[in-house]
T-cell receptor, first 111, second 114 residues
Framework: EDQVTQSPEALRLQEGESSSLNCSYT??????LFWYRQDPGKGPEFLFT???AGEEKEKERLKATLTKKESFLHITAPKPEDSATYLC????????????FGPGTRLSVLP | DAGVIQSPRHEVTEMGQEVTLRCKPI?????LFWYRQTMMRGLELLIY????????DSGMPEDRFSAKMPNASFSTLKIQPSEPRDSAVYFC????????????FGEGSRLTVL
């Protein structure tokens, strides 16, 4: 059974204090790993797709990386507007378009 | 283009009542997903459709839940009868299947069953 775990559950940073969020996954055949951002009261918003180990994607202060067992979302010099819940999801080649989401990391960036 | 549109945004009902949630996907998207989000279980896939046909409904909790997609621009998720444990936020999402990974979510329907 595909599994996705995320750590830490919650993270508080000072503005400008860089850190990383972790997503660990177990799938038999990874089609893709995805990062989403979710603001309170909103639906998740797509950030990145990673397909193979060694791949990296960047967007503003965010950088996502992928290994065979985990992914990291690095946040460089975060700002208060980066506060949100960050969700990781995987897609297994066996299960069509089924996305399995992790529980998320709740990030708070304090001014 | 408008995003995924869900209604109602909030629904409060009493146990035993029928609840119908509605979704309009993004035009041109051939996949539609229904997810449920709770604090305890996170985001769980309930069912997804491809070209209006249900493909995987293994996440539908029980017979009280049913989903339909009568055409490419409309889907419903129905709960009958509703129970307090059904209280959650229900999200609809759509995607273009060939381009994996980017699900476009609606703003969700928050259901409270008393």
């Amino acid at each position: 059974e595909d599994q996705v775990t995320q750590s830490p559950e919650a993270l508080r940073l000072q503005e400008g204090e860089s850190s990383s969020l972790n997503c660990s996954y177990t799938v038999s055949g990874l089609r893709g790993l995805f990062w989403y951002r979710q603001d309170p009261g909103k639906g998740p918003e797509f950030l990145f797709t990673l397909y193979s180990a060694g791949e990296e994607k960047e967007k503003e202060r965010l950088k996502a990386t992928l290994t065979k067992k985990e992914s990291f979302l690095h946040i460089t010099a975060p700002k208060p507007e980066d506060s949100a819940t960050y969700l990781c999801a995987v897609q297994d080649r066996r299960y069509g378009q089924n996305f399995v989401f992790g529980p998320g990391t709740r990030l708070s960036v304090l001014p | 283009d408008a995003g995924v549109i869900q209604s109602p945004r909030h629904e409060v009902t009493e146990m035993g009542q029928e609840v119908t949630l509605r979704c309009k996907p993004i035009s041109g998207h051939d996949y539609l997903f229904w997810y449920r989000q709770t604090m305890m279980r996170g985001l769980e896939l309930l069912i997804y459709f491809n070209n209006n046909v249900p493909i995987d409904d293994s996440g539908m909790p029980e017979d009280r839940f049913s989903a339909k997609m009568p055409n490419a621009s409309f889907s419903t998720l129905k709960i009958q009868p509703s129970e307090p444990r059904d209280s959650a936020v229900y999200f609809c999402a759509s995607s273009r299947g060939q381009i994996t990974g980017e699900l476009f979510f609606g703003e969700g329907s928050r259901l409270t069953v008393l």
